[in-house]
């Protein structure tokens, strides 16, 4: 029987607590680099938005560059992998860019914040993780688009040049979007789906996948969308 005094509750409690401590130490880190900028920003600033004792930072993190990835790394990995859930499963080119784009999107309509602190941080997050952090969403589009021209799904094209216009479109109109009082995920993900595919069709694939390769459910994505 587990009682207020045993061990095995002692160390869920222990537990608990230090989740909790870790949450608020990145919840305030979060609104400080979006209000004041990386460079700006101090532990000393964290620590005391987090109404923590300043010795407790660094039971979780050691130094602030640490902290900045912490607070970047859960989210644009949950991003990346919904992306690349939809592109893995998508038997046409407009399920493939439609899908990834409307995660993305739907992302940062429902919490603009976090893609505001990207773009309020946008030299830092580049100098300081241009190979992991941002680096490992890129590296996915590559091998996901390899796979999709395995598949025959793309046709043979350069996949360096093709994941660079993917990503920047996505990161420019996300930029929009975040900014935007009235965000429209899927009429987005529709624009950039109609821009990309439009070029692709130019490399020798047809605009639309056929009826037997589309799945069920599946918008094609015509002249007549916006």
């Known amino acids: 029987m587990v009682t207020p005094k045993s061990p095995v509750f002692a160390t869920g409690k222990r537990e608990k607590n230090k989740l909790a401590n870790r949450a608020a130490i990145l919840s305030a880190a979060s609104k400080c680099f979006l209000k004041h900028g990386y460079d700006a920003v101090t532990i000393g600033d964290v620590v005391r938005d987090s109404g923590l004792a300043a010795g407790t930072f660094y039971n979780y993190f050691t130094d602030k560059d640490t902290l900045f990835k912490a607070v970047l790394e859960a989210r644009i990995n949950e991003v990346n992998e919904s992306m690349h859930a939809v592109r893995m499963q998508s038997p046409s080119v407009e399920g493939f860019l439609y899908g990834a784009f409307h995660a993305l999107f739907s992302k940062i309509a429902t919490d603009p914040s976090f893609f505001r602190l990207i773009l309020r941080n946008e030299t830092a997050v580049r100098t300081l993780f241009e190979d992991t952090v941002i680096g490992i969403p890129m590296r996915t589009l590559k091998e996901d688009f390899n796979e999709a021209i395995a598949r025959g799904v793309f046709p043979p094209i350069d996949v360096e040049l093709l994941a660079a216009s993917c990503y920047g479109i996505g990161f420019e109109l996300g930029r929009i979007l975040a900014y935007t009082k009235k965000p429209d995920a899927e009429a987005t993900a529709r624009f950039a789906t109609k821009l990309m595919t439009?070029?692709?069709?130019?490399?020798?694939?047809?605009?639309?996948?056929?009826?037997?390769?589309?799945?069920?459910g599946e918008v094609p994505i015509r002249g007549s969308l916006p």
């Open 198 to 216: 439009s070029g692709i069709t130019g490399f020798g694939i047809a605009r639309t996948a056929s009826a037997s390769k589309r799945k069920k």
